[in-house]
């Protein structure tokens, strides 16, 4: 079940913004061209809104999940040239955080299955610092911490 909102859209954007605001930022991207390629990448995974299968939660409390490849929306050719713009810092949060986010009720199911005594230690402990990603041949592997998800689902009650 997808869940979307115009807040949620809102903070999208603002994160694709940001993301831009990176690129236009440094002079390699500039010179090679790449800020655009690194939108119509971006934007071509927001399109066509992959499937997400969750793979689960390890004992540190990172949660793991992944989509098919073919879903992702980079062909092998632009996956080989841009690699090393597709694996950065910002590319990867921007794209990993808007499959938690429209899929977030999936994803809290995972907060909700934590025992009480361990939530303390198990999330809260813990602050998100990034997503990791990891292509395979058939899969797009995401990686990161529950207190992300945490820190999401709170989002709407900090804000009164």
Known sequence: MKHQSNKDEEKMNQLLSSVEKVFNGQEEFKKNRT?????????????????????GMDEEGDIH???????????????????????STPVTNCLGELL??????????????????????LVNKWSYKKFGMQFTK??????FHSSLLQNILMEDIKCV
């Open 138 to 143: 058939d899969f797009v592997y995401f990686e």
């Open 35 to 55: 800020v655009g390629n690194m939108r119509n990448i971006i934007s071509s995974t927001i399109l066509k809104s992959p499937t997400v299968e969750l793979i």
């Open 100 to 121: 938690v986010r429209e899929n977030v009720d999936m994803f809290s199911n995972f907060l909700v299955g934590i025992d009480s005594e361990k939530y303390i230690s």
């Open 65 to 87: 999940f992944r989509i098919p490849r073919e879903e992702f929306g980079i062909e092998n050719e632009l996956f080989l040239k841009y690699k090393k713009e597709l694996f």
